[in-house]
């Protein structure tokens, strides 16, 4: 294992995913300055999704191809374009804003198949991979958790334009920390027509397989609920809580989610073991349960054990489903390309997600119903899971990848 590598490339993701959430609460508080309604953070937040989507086909075969450290760099060199972008924009047009942050977007879509596809490069087996994921996770919800409490308050506090400078500046961090990571040779035989036209079947690949295609329901479906729970919550807070919207301790509430999920990352190796991994959907069931009871609090210490709550079980539930993808994956198909369908699977849940968020929304739909509303749809997808659980162990014991 390349530990020094591995600890540059933990800071430079933190770094990066401070800047992208701080981003999305720089937005959000310009969004509420100029008077759009709560529905408009939806709209934005599926602008970043899309990039996901139309490049999911080509972004594996490019981060396979290339030298994941060189990957890592252009990803962060266009989400400072989007920040750019962002500055310069007309603040009271929506569809400027979402033009910037859709340009983040495709950053972050390139950024991503690099940043897990490193890993199997930088460890020797399956432990140090599962080790390796649960940091990355731990570093990405540490920045979600700094982006969304320190990053949102600033943002909250403070210029447009200063806010917006900070995410540059971190950004441009991130970029030197790259400089850290090694350059491993990408393999350069691959051809990006072949591989686009591939790129269906190994969507086909990875969920003809019981394992694979357990882990990318789940972790899917875990994100699906995250991304709308982050703007949903962010609404609920000052209409439950008494809260005023631009009170910077909204943000501070919100975070405490993600320090519940950093101790659930952390402690998920020794919660779930990887060769029962599927025993990782009890935790969803109870996440699942605290998101039901969440609308129904109007206690502001018992909102945040809750949030704290259902952050733990998310941690728990997503780490080894990640795990497992991209282990099997690469053996599969290849890193690249594992986290490309991944990110396609994803990212296509939370666009669906937030739609309908969104449509609930703006319907007249209460906020407390929509957040409801969402974890019935979550426990539409564990009850799915749960019918796949024996077949899905046995294909682990079997090692039929």
Sequence with gaps: MNARALRYLYITQFLSAFADNMALFVIANLLQRNGFSPAALALVSMAFFVPFIILAPIVGPFADKYPKTIILLIGNLIKIVGMVMLILVDHQNIFALMLSYFTVGIGAVVYSPAKYGILPELTTNENELFEANARIEAFTIMAILVGVGAGGAIAAVTSALFSSTICLILFAASVGMTFFIPILPGNRYIRYGEEVREFQSHVSTLFRNPVTSFALIGTGAFWMSSAV????????????????????RVTLILATTSIGIIAGAYLAPKLIPLRTFT??????????????????????????????????????????????????????????????????????????????????????????????????????????LLTKVRATQRARTKNIW
């Design 229 to 248: 729970l982050r703007i949903a919550v962010l609404a609920w807070i000052p209409l439950a809580l008494g809260f005023m919207e631009s009170d910077f």
């Design 279 to 384: 025993k990782a959907i009890m935790y969803g069931f109870l996440m699942m349960i605290c998101i039901f009871i969440f609308p129904m609090i109007h206690n502001t210490i018992i909102a945040i054990v809750l949030l704290l709550a259902v952050g733990f079980m998310g941690g728990v539930f997503i780490v080894p489903m990640n795990t497992m993808i991209q282990e099997q994956g690469r053996k599969m198909i290849g890193a690249g390309k594992t986290i490309a369908v991944q990110n396609l699977v994803e990212n296509a849940l939370m666009l669906v997600g937030t739609t309908i968020y969104y449509v609930v929304v703006y319907t007249g739909i209460s906020i407390s119903n929509a957040i409801m509303i969402q974890g019935g749809v979550l426990f539409l997808f564990l009850l799915y």
